[in-house]
């Protein structure tokens, strides 16, 4: 069974940084796209961006509005994704989300995803 | 960037149909996916690849793409499906991820 559970959400303040954990189990971490999601308070569903799996390059993606603030990073001998996250702004807000996708040449979808991780960031 | 556009809210009564459309540019060439989250759940994964279903989701659930369109049919509509409902694609010219906006579905 594929599990993927967050860890290290919390609050912090306007500037400061965190960093969230993604635990994976039931499936081959190495081989897999990992992806953050997020979703601010009662707002839709935003597309963080990836890392791909180092035999793909282990390169990255990143929305914009996060590029040179967060970076992701994996540790495959621990089964786990990281986002760390630094001059956070209190638009961060939000439940983060990790998932597995599933792509091919013309499409990428999301297959499983973690139960989330709660930032708050105040003023 | 690409845009998806989604109703923000449609309604339904039990044992009624819905039908919750996505609208984009060029939808012939790109392959839509929908997600149902209920209440402080995670999403998941309910149609891929315009049409498809996931394992352990029900037929009732079904997938169509036309045109600049793309539709996700509820036959048969039970309380139990009044969730948010997103629809997502892969831009391959950005390579970036895209959600819809999210559709609440209530069932009346």
Same mark, same amino acid.
């Given at each position: 069974e594929v599990?993927?559970?967050e860890?290290g959400?919390g609050l912090?303040?306007?500037?400061?940084?965190l960093?969230l954990s993604?635990?994976?189990?039931?499936?081959t971490?190495?081989?897999?796209?990992?992806?953050w999601?997020?979703?601010?308070?009662?707002?839709?569903?935003e597309?963080?961006?990836?890392?791909k799996?180092?035999?793909?390059?282990?390169t990255?993606?990143y929305?914009a509005?996060?590029?040179?603030?967060?970076?992701?990073?994996?540790?495959?001998s621990k089964n786990?994704?990281?986002?760390q996250?630094?001059s956070?702004?209190?638009?961060d807000?939000?439940v983060?989300?990790?998932a597995?996708?599933?792509?091919t040449?013309?499409?990428?979808?999301?297959?499983?995803?973690g139960?989330g991780?709660?930032v708050t960031?105040s003023s | 960037s690409?845009?998806?556009?989604?109703?923000p809210?449609?309604?339904?009564?039990?044992?009624?149909t819905a039908?919750?459309?996505?609208g984009?540019?060029n939808?012939?060439?790109?392959?839509?996916?929908?997600?149902q989250?209920?209440p402080?759940q995670?999403?998941?994964l309910?149609? +891929?690849d315009?049409s498809?279903?996931?394992s352990?989701i029900?037929?009732?659930?079904?997938?169509?793409n036309?045109?600049?369109?793309?539709?996700?049919?509820i036959?048969?509509?039970?309380a139990?499906?009044?969730a948010? +409902?997103y629809?997502?694609?892969?831009d391959?010219?950005?390579?970036?991820?895209v959600f819809?906006?999210?559709t609440?579905?209530t069932?009346?």
């Amino acid at each position: 069974e594929v599990q993927l559970v967050e860890s290290g959400g919390g609050l912090v303040k306007s500037g400061g940084s965190l960093r969230l954990s993604c635990a994976a189990s039931g499936f081959t971490f190495s081989n897999a796209w990992m992806n953050w999601v997020r979703q601010a308070p009662g707002k839709g569903l935003e597309w963080v961006g990836r890392i791909k799996s180092k035999t793909d390059g282990g390169t990255t993606d990143y929305t914009a509005p996060v590029k040179g603030r967060f970076t992701f990073s994996r540790d495959d001998s621990k089964n786990t994704l990281y986002l760390q996250m630094n001059s956070l702004k209190t638009e961060d807000t939000a439940v983060y989300y990790c998932a597995t996708d599933y792509c091919t040449s013309t499409t990428c979808y999301f297959n499983y995803w973690g139960q989330g991780a709660l930032v708050t960031v105040s003023s | 960037s690409y845009v998806l556009t989604q109703p923000p809210s449609v309604s339904v009564a039990p044992g009624q149909t819905a039908r919750i459309t996505c609208g984009g540019d060029n939808f012939g060439s790109k392959s839509v996916h929908w997600y149902q989250q209920k209440p402080g759940q995670a999403p998941v994964l309910v149609v +891929y690849d315009d049409s498809d279903r996931p394992s352990g989701i029900p037929e009732r659930f079904f997938g169509s793409n036309s045109g600049n369109t793309a539709t996700l049919t509820i036959s048969r509509v039970e309380a139990g499906d009044e969730a948010d +409902y997103y629809c997502q694609v892969w831009d391959s010219s950005s390579d970036l991820v895209v959600f819809g906006g999210g559709t609440k579905l209530t069932v009346l």
